[in-house]
């Protein structure tokens, strides 16, 4: 099987229904680009899709979408919560099988280019793929939105990775990266007070000194009548999420209070949760070549090729 | 994604490499069905091939090999341990996803009889396809192997489901069936004493009273000093692998002996480690949807067809 990455594209339209459909078409009909999900909201106007497959045919798919969502969008009159600089906003590549990070970032970087060639938008590379230490973090990147970076674009320290120092008229500039997968894990706790969830997220954030790939926060289910520990683990290899459970099970212990449930929001690596059916079960020597449909996924996308 | 089948046929051939790989080749070729595993054994002098993909592209290859296997074994003169009685032996079809046992039993009753057309072996039907009660068990269709069923078979009692009271001359008969899939799954436990194994495979164990659909035996590992809880579970949905590995740890509690370990021997579903993984972990409304690899799998399965 050759290398499968995921994407996880955004673009700036979370209300006009038909541009949305139009601009997702292209991720549905790409034989070997496998469209695992895709949520509008309207108060954010944002379209967030989840991709899967192939390098080639996801970046085909990619760039005939952008073209539509910058066709469509004029980002001189969006409003919505979300930050943004860009009709297409975002597009982080996550390596998922058979592809190293190095990988993943020499494929940001070619499709950057490619992007930035055919659309004319200018592009801002981040995380792993950062060319500049200070753009790993979006949030610098994003700084002032849409409407401060047209002024602040011309400043060198603002300049786009690829392309001139100006923004699209309309479709602003977009960011591409290359980052881990990223999973989100809540923990539901049986009390109401919610400086228990509080304080066990500062017990085991990377922020506060805890496991070094998890940020967290605590906060109240106000109609459930629960507290919730809730957890973005950027690194599901190293901070497996039964060390992660069995920590918020140990420190809400001090307290007497129960782990009542667990959630995991939105997609989640098989081996995220193989890992942890094999810690609690004892399997030796477990091999993900085991699995049926992992080894028919295998199979079937190396017919693809 | 449409249904997709699992299938095992066993091969009486397990020592000529060039005619095991001619069996093979079209389980390689056939575009939708993935070969996951293969394993000749000379001492059996048999051929266990492992495949999954959809009904049809599975049944095609499924004849062309079989074709193959008729034109090059001849049962007059094979020998080997394991009982049989045709070159192609024993084929079983699993529903895996989007199928039920119902449109299982009827694909291998639809199977059989394109099977006696297409290469004049007679079939027997087997397990859930099976056609009188006492063909259920394979050891009673097997009884007397090859060489006593050729004079058996004129007995009504012994009379082939599909085609005429008498063996193919050098390929025998087949037997054709549906069952569930099956998880072979063995608990090591710290300590030598045999006894210990084999009184928790009785505890639970169908056969004396256990869980309904766990079959199993205790025995020693002699060269690592551990003895061994070596279990089949039939139905992995009703008798679900953690709450196995919690009764023989529990029971093995009563004489102070650690479970050391569990071993998945073969292939295995993902969902019966998903749901070992969801209750340890305490996961709430988890779907396997939002696992991204059989989502994909989903995606691209569809695609195929």
Known sequence: MGPIVECVPNFSEGRRR??????????????GCALLDYRADADHNRLVVSLAGAPEPIQEALLEA????IAQIDLNHHQGAHPRIGAVDVIPFVPLRNMSME???????????RYHEETGVPV???????LRPERRRLETVRKGQYEGLKEAVSDPERHPDVGPPRLH???????IGARKILVAFNVNLGTSDVRIAKEIAKAVRASS?????VKGIGLALEDRGLVQVSLNVTDYEKNALYRITELVR???KRWGVPVVETEIYGMVPAAALLDS???YLQIADFSPDQVIELKMLEMLGSEAE
């Open 66 to 69: 952008a073209k539509t969502a």
């Open 250 to 252: 140990m420190e809400a």
């Open 209 to 213: 000194g805890g496991l070094c790939h």
């Open 103 to 113: 990988e993943c970032t020499a494929l940001a970087h070619a499709f950057g280019k």
């Open 169 to 175: 008229p309309t479709a602003g500039a977009t960011v």
């Open 18 to 31: 038909d541009v949305i459909e139009a601009i997702v078409e292209p991720f549905r009909r790409r034989r």
């Open 124 to 130: 801002y590379f981040y995380e792993e793929a950062a």
């Open 277 to 279: 059916a094999a810690y």
